[in-house]
């Protein structure tokens, strides 16, 4: 796989981990993450749209600004161990190691009892420096540029999705925003008509695939087949790895 293909096996190892999913957070969390109904500036679209992609080809890490929040961290996700996160992986205890979970990946790290990560400690990470990738790559965002909710039961970050709001300077952010809905409604609505390997079966993954794909909604498509439509965007999402790729050659 190309790039930060993780976001894709992290998103597809929690729709398969239902039977590791509690559906519990801890109170206090639930507490500090109730749906308030309070705005969180989500930054402006544009930038984030562009930092977004940067971290899907592997430029960069997240840069989310949190605050408070640690919603990742206690809605049982189990978190995917690759090679490069060696030193994370030797503080895992035992209990909480699952796996292998795919090709390229050693082990999965699971969650306590009460969905929170075994480095979570108050609210804050205890390995922050040496986190997993996946945990470097987790961008909550992405659901809110999407315009759809995380799979599961997960409040505490649903409650984040729906507090967070983009600031829109011009024209282009909005057709940009625009854009990205389109996509991952298309992409979530139009599984069938994509290879296996690309099918979007969860939000997750349709909003991925969207970031990657944008472009080709930027502009009215209503006359073209979801067959062609879909075609297109699949050309989209290779040609966005295979620049990856050559990147990396």
Same mark, same amino acid.
């Not at 930054?43 to 997240?62: C, I, K, N, Y």
């Given at each position: 796989m190309h790039g930060r293909e993780v976001l894709f096996w992290m998103w597809a190892a929690l729709k398969?981990?239902?039977?590791?999913?509690?559906?519990?957070?801890?109170s206090i969390y639930t507490v500090v993450m109730s749906d308030t109904g309070e705005h969180i500036s989500a930054?402006?679209?544009?930038?984030?749209?562009?930092?977004?992609?940067?971290?899907?080809?592997?430029?960069?890490?997240?840069d989310v600004p949190c605050?408070?929040?640690?919603?990742?961290?206690?809605?049982?996700?189990?978190?995917p161990l690759r090679l490069r996160d060696k030193l994370a992986r030797e503080q895992v205890p035992e209990e909480r190691l699952i796996g292998p979970a795919r090709p390229g990946e050693r082990w999965l790290m699971g969650y306590r009892d009460d969905g929170s990560c075994p480095f979570l400690l108050g609210h804050h990470c205890s390995i922050y420096a040496d986190r997993p990738q996946t945990c470097r790559d987790y961008d909550c965002r992405i659901y809110a540029a999407a315009e759809m909710m995380p799979d599961g039961?997960?409040?505490?970050?649903?409650g984040r999705v729906k507090a967070w709001r983009f600031i829109y300077r011009s024209d282009q952010d909005r057709r940009e925003a625009q854009a990205v809905s389109?996509?991952?409604?298309?992409?979530? @609505?139009?599984? !069938?008509?994509?290879?296996?390997? $690309?099918?979007?079966?969860?939000?997750?993954?349709? @909003?991925?695939? !969207?970031?990657?794909?944008?472009? $080709?909604?930027l502009s009215g498509h209503e006359s073209r087949s979801q067959e062609e439509l879909a075609q297109r965007v699949i050309d989209a999402a290779r040609a966005f790895d295979a620049g990856i790729a050559a990147e990396r050659s």
């Open positions: 398969e981990s239902d039977a590791y999913h509690w559906k519990r957070v801890p930054g402006t679209f544009s930038e984030w749209l562009t930092s977004m992609r940067g971290v899907l080809r592997g430029d960069r890490d997240a605050g408070d929040c640690v919603g990742c961290c206690v809605s049982s996700y189990p978190i039961d997960r409040p505490v970050i649903a389109r996509a991952a409604q298309f992409i979530r @609505a139009s599984q !069938a008509l994509f290879p296996p390997g $690309m099918r979007a079966g969860s939000a997750t993954a349709a @909003a991925v695939l !969207a970031i990657k794909t944008y472009p $080709m909604f």
